[in-house]
């Protein structure tokens, strides 16, 4: 009898090993039949939509298309379109209702598919998609999900003041990072005024160092007097963020105050004085340049040496500047 109920249990584990494993095999059948299908739809519908957006007659659109599919095929395509033919196609993915669907998945409960449909919202760009985007940056629970539609926002150029912008990502709470960093420089074009003004506040050196930094992205001539003042603080970091700004900001006019910084007492400093008169293609700077290739930083003197080598190759040789006193 023992015997007999060892063997029935074996036949049974077996079996239910054998069924476990046909389960998996056609599971994995289906799932590489749905693939290839989703493969072939995929390619269906890109074709579908080059047509429509080239203006041609499609006869292959079929409403068994799920919006997902259409969805990843419109992100893909997206990004090979410039110009009209990349506007015709964000209005045909409207009107074949996947800004809606994409509405909806912004809505998600998974932070990974909210943060999908924040980058295509990004590339629908409607002011419904702007709103949307808004939204997520100001209420979002996930902090992640809130800086990803902040970087979607300033790809739009639609970032909020900057002094929201803080608010909402508890930018002056924290230690700074390189994408409060990106965000600065990518407001700067639209608020260099409110910008200025964060100057004026109570707030740490670093934090002033990032404002003197992105303001080297406004564009804007008017706030050179602002990076003349930063770049004779006493904190060396502001004299840097000062010189990078000086650097983006390409006016050559800022030469006096950069040269005072070759001989700056901190090395980094030093490094990016260099760097800006190269950017700036300040010729003046190349004798004190030449000094510099004795200067007791390594990085000083190899900054220095390239530094002269694009200066020198656009000064004829007739014409090499002397050191001014």
């Known amino acids: 009898m023992g015997a007999q109920f060892v063997f029935f249990v074996s036949a049974m584990v077996a079996l239910a090993m054998l069924v476990a494993f046909a389960i998996l095999l056609l599971r994995r059948w289906y799932q590489e039949r749905r693939k290839r299908a989703e493969k072939d739809n995929l390619t269906a519908i890109t074709r579908s939509y080059m047509r429509r957006v080239s203006g041609q007659a499609d006869n292959e659109a079929s409403a068994k298309w799920s919006d997902e599919l259409k969805l990843e095929a419109v992100s893909h395509i997206h990004l090979l379109l410039r110009g009209g033919e990349r506007q015709r196609l964000m209005q045909m ?4 209702g996947l800004l809606r669907a994409t509405l909806r998945k912004s809505e998600s409960w998974r932070s990974a598919r909210r943060i999908d449909a924040i980058r295509l919202l990004q590339q629908f760009g409607s002011e419904a998609c702007i709103a949307r985007l808004r939204e997520i940056f100001a209420r979002d629970r996930n902090k992640a999900v809130r800086l990803e539609a902040a970087f979607a926002l300033a790809a739009v150029h639609a970032l909020p003041p900057p002094r929201e912008t803080i608010r909402i990502l508890g930018m002056f709470e924290r230690k700074i990072n390189r994408l409060d960093k990106a965000l600065f420089r990518a407001s700067a074009p639209h608020y260099s005024e409110e910008l200025a003004l964060l100057l004026e506040d109570d707030i740490s050196h670093d934090h002033r160092a990032l404002i003197i930094d992105a303001l080297g992205w406004s564009e804007d001539p008017d706030v050179l ?9 006493n904190h060396a970091e502001l004299r840097s963020a000062a010189l990078r700004a ?18 700056d007492p901190v090395e980094f400093v030093r490094i990016q004085a260099v760097n ?3 950017a700036l293609g300040l010729h003046g700077a190349i004798p004190h340049l030449r ?4 200067d007791e930083a390594f990085w000083v003197r190899l900054r220095a040496e390239h530094a002269l080598e694009v200066l020198e190759e656009q000064w004829p040789d007739h014409e090499q500047p002397r050191l001014r006193a």
């Open 225 to 233: 007097p602002l990076l003349r003042k930063a770049s004779r603080m």
């Open 291 to 294: 000094l510099l290739l004795e």
């Open 93 to 96: 993915a409207e009107l074949d």
């Open 246 to 263: 000086a650097g983006q900001l390409g006016v050559p006019t800022v030469e006096p105050w950069v040269l005072e910084r070759l001989r």
């Open 276 to 278: 800006c008169c190269a």
